[in-house]
């Protein structure tokens, strides 16, 4: 078993602060400003750490947002534990594991059970099924597009076609190319609907959706852990960015 990872100690000391100042203690600002901006500093739990670490700089700034948002301490308790277990998981483990565990924590946090059974199964196929594993990848994707369509009651062609549905999702999330006008954001968009073309091809190419000939090509293990990490990735992102959205608005 890995050893914990030396920050495992400083998120914990973070969490147990800020459970006790959400339930009536009063605590020392210097100490969670330091404990804040270590973890801030770790890029291997940024992906996954609470957004009120990023947006409360101060014990006040978090007593407000508490303080609104429940209005018991045992509710104050289960969300600040929850918020913190994936972080503290990841690091219990040694916070050496691959985006995994990442894109599996974030899927944890979206409430769509289909969608976190897909990720499952593509994990568990990668090297067993890799022709499974790369359906399922496609799978994946194509579920949290509709789930974030659905969501904002936004129609769709029940097709096949994960570009369509990529492109309605982002345009919805502004996300599309077409929808900025700085260079560098058009090229990281637009490699993200490359991404999303590839994949679908990828799928049609070498998934077992489609009878092959007898010169069929064989998916490697390796095209599966491609396909399904870029897929895995996309779906935090598009999901990362339903939520920032969300929040904005309410």
Known sequence: MPARHPLFEEVESLQNLLVSHATGGAEDEAEFTRLRQVVLAEPSVD??????????????????????????????????????????????????????????????KFDAAHVQAAWSKALDRRASDPEGAITIARTLLESVCKHILEEAEVPYDDSPDISKLYKQTAELLKLAPSQHTEGVFKQILGGCTAVVEGLGALRNRLSDSHGKGKAGVKPAARHAELAVNLAGALAVYLLATKATRDETAA
């Open 47 to 108: 992906a996954i750490a609470p957004r009120f670490i990023r947006t409360c700089r101060s014990l006040g700034q978090f007593w407000q947002f508490i303080k609104n948002k429940f209005g018991t301490y045992a509710e104050r308790r289960k969300y600040l534990w929850d918020e913190f277990r994936p972080m503290l998981e990841l690091l219990e483990k040694g916070g050496t594991a691959p985006s995994d565990l990442v894109v599996s924590t974030s899927l944890e």
